[in-house]
């Protein structure tokens, strides 16, 4: 990062911290709800007549206002955002008109289910356990199909995120030990489901807490977890992480244009029983952590 980005993020964070000001810094725009898979732990994608996609024009207006708003991150979102299309217009569209408006980073989130070709400063790609498990949750052939797509992706700032929930949570250090062994994955970001729709794939706190204490042990190993120790140590308790959450940093805007000033899970009401590894980042983040700090750098280093 440059020193006039630098410049703005302690700008900011002493507009919000000191003055009581509530800015986004990352915005997350779910650019469409359509998708090529049906995960089983997915709350967003619709089918049919209920697929919402946001226009080019409209996408450039959620940018500028959520800018103007103070955002500098964002985070292109689905459904599957390499499915989006609006005439001429793609995914890199909109990463070029994300820089040409002043974001200082652009990120994709995808299911890695199509050709990584897409250039922003960050991907993310999902990883939901090793291939028994991630099938289970995501379709047969969709953990080939992802292999394939990251071994012919040139891109050199790709990382993946996993949702742990019952169905894989018994795969979290083989994953984590293949990330560490893959040349062409850079770090892992570990989250817990959390129930928009159900519990039936919601670890138990015993279970989590196992989890966490097995990850604090790779951190500490070196293998590339993205959470810091002092989130993962916070996420014992959900409502330690709800009673500090800073969801504000991140505003977000779904696919039919509905706007929100924090994460959805705050409108949903489980708070309480957040899963969301960012959820503790950004709660550390507002305090300044070192561990967090570092986290986050070394995760947009190649950015």
Same mark, same amino acid.
């Given at each position: 990062?440059?020193?006039?980005?630098?410049?703005?993020?302690?700008?900011?964070?002493?507009?919000?911290?000191?003055?009581?000001?509530?800015?986004?810094?990352?915005?997350?725009?779910?650019?469409?709800?359509?998708?090529?898979l049906r995960c089983v732990h997915c709350n967003v994608?619709?089918?049919?007549?209920?697929?919402?996609?946001?226009?080019?024009?409209?996408?450039?207006?959620?940018?500028?206002?959520?800018?103007?708003?103070?955002?500098?991150?964002?985070?292109?979102?689905?459904?599957?955002?390499?499915?989006?299309?609006?005439?001429?217009?793609?995914?890199?569209?909109?990463?070029?008109?994300?820089?040409?408006?002043?974001?200082?980073?652009?990120?994709?989130?995808?299911?890695?289910?199509?050709?990584?070709?897409?250039?922003?400063?960050?991907?993310?790609?999902?990883?939901?356990?090793?291939?028994?498990?991630? $099938?289970? #949750? %995501?379709? =047969?052939?969709?953990?080939?199909?992802?292999?394939?797509?990251?071994?012919? /992706?040139? !891109?050199?700032?790709?990382?993946?995120?996993?949702?742990?929930?019952?169905?894989?949570?018994?795969?979290?250090?083989?994953?984590?030990?293949?990330?560490?062994?893959?040349?062409?994955?850079?770090?892992?970001?570990?989250?817990?489901?959390?129930?928009?729709?159900?519990?039936?794939?919601?670890?138990?706190?015993?279970?989590?807490?196992?989890?966490?204490?097995?990850?604090?042990?790779?951190?500490?190993?070196?293998?590339?977890?993205?959470?810091?120790?002092?989130?993962?140590?916070?996420?014992?308790?959900?409502?330690?992480?709800?009673?500090?959450?800073?969801?504000?940093?991140?505003?977000?805007?779904?696919? $039919?244009? #509905? %706007?929100? =000033?924090?994460?959805?899970?705050?409108?949903?009401?489980?708070?309480?029983? /957040?899963? !969301?590894?960012?959820?503790?980042?950004?709660?550390?983040?507002?305090?300044?952590?070192?561990?967090?700090?570092?986290?986050?750098?070394?995760?947009?280093?190649?950015?």
């Amino acid at each position: 990062m440059g020193f006039s980005e630098n410049l703005y993020y302690a700008k900011w964070f002493f507009d919000c911290k000191f003055r009581g000001k509530r800015k986004p810094l990352q915005s997350v725009i779910f650019i469409t709800d359509r998708c090529n898979l049906r995960c089983v732990h997915c709350n967003v994608v619709k089918e049919g007549p209920e697929v919402q996609t946001r226009s080019y024009a409209q996408i450039e207006e959620t940018l500028q206002q959520c800018y103007d708003a103070g955002s500098r991150i964002v985070d292109f979102e689905g459904g599957e955002p390499l499915l989006w299309r609006d005439g001429p217009h793609n995914i890199d569209s909109l990463i070029a008109l994300a820089k040409r408006i002043g974001f200082h980073t652009t990120t994709v989130t995808t299911n890695g289910q199509l050709p990584i070709t897409v250039k922003p400063n960050l991907i993310w790609v999902s990883l939901d356990g090793m291939e028994q498990a991630h $099938d289970a #949750t %995501r379709g =047969n052939g969709s953990w080939r199909r992802l292999m394939d797509n990251i071994e012919a /992706c040139e !891109f050199s700032n790709l990382n993946v995120n996993m949702t742990i929930t019952t169905l894989n949570y018994k795969d979290v250090e083989d994953v984590v030990r293949f990330v560490g062994d893959h040349p062409k994955i850079k770090k892992i970001s570990l989250s817990f489901y959390t129930p928009y729709e159900g519990r039936d794939l919601l670890v138990d706190r015993a279970t989590r807490n196992e989890i966490l204490e097995l990850l604090l042990r790779l951190k500490r190993e070196g293998l590339p977890l993205m959470n810091s120790a002092a989130g993962l140590k916070l996420m014992r308790d959900p409502l330690k992480v709800s009673a500090g959450r800073q969801c504000w940093i991140s505003n977000f805007v779904v696919a $039919d244009g #509905t %706007r929100l =000033n924090a994460c959805p899970g705050e409108s949903a009401g489980i708070c309480d029983e /957040c899963g !969301f590894g960012m959820g503790a980042e950004m709660a550390l983040l507002f305090k300044l952590h070192p561990e967090m700090l570092k986290a986050g750098l070394s995760v947009r280093a190649s950015s």
